[in-house]
Each structure stands twice: as structure tokens, then as C-alpha cells.
């Protein structure tokens, strides 16, 4: 319920600790499966952001393809994605040169165990589980790096140039699909 306070809070918070750090006023924000009550979306424009939304059931207007965006944000949407590496990296290519892209999914629990009893698995619409240390690797290859994330549902990745890239540098050994390997010693 979009109107319900504590959901607000919730929403809120994410606001404040992963939009807002890095999306000026004003900035071009894409609601990425923005739901039946795009709640977030109107916080956002509350506070000042142009915000477009997107959802492939409630919202189908493909138009965001059409342009780039300051912000993307996936809120408790990479879960419910039948395919998460296409679609990240489609939206990844949509981000404006200094743009981010803001997720929300719980990550993941590291033991086998641990994931059997995990009750976020247990939702059947919930279809993919990552590891924030997945995320990093994947998004590396994206020459993106970690601006901001928390331990238990949160991150924002930022597009860099290369030279820029610290995902590069602590990731070394690691070669994308783009890149050919240097043959000279």
C-alpha cells in the first residue's frame, strides 16, 4: 500500500541513502518495474527528480529505450527477472556518462543451508538470487564500480571510463566478453 507509513519509510530510507547521494536535483530518473502503485516514483518527483517509470504489466510504454537516464532504479525488482544479465546490461547502455544504476534485491545468503531456510527464496515470483559479490564481478564487466551499498539488500553501481574503473583494478585477471586478450609480453 503505497500509502502505508511504514512502506513509506522503508522507501524513503532507500531514497536517501542510495538515490539521492547521487542524483542531483532535477535528474532523469527511470523507475524500472515500477509496479501497479508506482509509490516510489511519486516520492522521487516530490522531491524534485524527472521521473519516467516502467513496468512490462502495468506501465509497457517502451519509450524509455529511447533516451538516456541519469539515475535507473530496480527496487525490489531483480529478483522477478527471467533474465538478469540482458536486461541489467541493456540498462546499464541507457545510463547518461556519470549515471547509476540503484538496486534493491536481498542478497543472497552464502551457505547452502542457510539459503534452504531463507524465507525471500520462498516467494514464487522471485525467480533469481544474488550474492553482492556476484553483483560486483557482473557489473565490473560492465566497467562499473560500486558507489554505495549495504550488507543486506542494497547497492548503486556507477558507470566510469576505464581508467576510472577500481572494479578494473581489484578485479584483475578478469576479461570481459569485449576485450581481446594483449598478446605482447
Avoid at 511504514?6 to 527511470?30: E, N, T
Avoid at 531483480?78 to 541507457?94: F, K
Avoid at 576485450?179 to 609480453?185: G, I, N, Q, R, T
Wanted: hydrophobic fraction near 40%.
Amino acid at each position: 500500500d503505497p500509502a502505508n507509513p511504514r512502506y513509506r519509510a522503508w522507501l524513503q530510507d532507500f531514497i536517501q541513502h542510495f538515490i539521492v547521494p547521487f542524483a542531483r536535483k532535477g535528474a532523469s530518473i527511470l523507475d524500472f518495474g515500477s509496479g501497479p502503485f508506482p509509490a516510489l516514483a511519486g516520492m522521487l518527483g516530490e522531491l524534485g527528480y524527472a521521473v519516467g517509470i516502467y513496468d512490462p504489466f502495468f506501465e509497457p510504454d517502451e519509450s524509455w529505450r529511447d533516451r538516456s537516464w541519469d539515475a535507473i532504479i530496480l527496487h525490489e525488482v531483480a529478483e522477478h527477472l527471467l533474465e538478469p544479465g540482458t536486461t541489467l546490461r541493456e540498462l546499464a547502455s541507457r545510463l547518461a556518462p556519470e549515471g547509476v544504476l540503484c538496486l534493491r534485491t536481498r542478497f543472497a545468503p552464502d551457505s547452502a543451508n542457510e539459503f534452504m531456510q531463507w524465507w525471500y527464496r520462498k516467494d514464487i515470483t522471485h525467480v533469481g538470487f544474488f550474492r553482492r559479490q556476484s553483483l560486483l564481478l557482473f557489473f565490473g564487466t560492465l566497467e562499473m564500480e560500486e558507489a554505495q551499498a549495504n550488507e543486506v539488500d542494497s547497492a548503486v553501481f556507477m558507470r566510469r571510463d576505464r581508467s576510472e574503473c577500481r572494479s578494473r583494478q581489484r578485479w584483475e585477471g578478469i576479461v570481459t566478453l569485449t576485450e581481446k586478450p594483449s598478446l605482447s609480453s
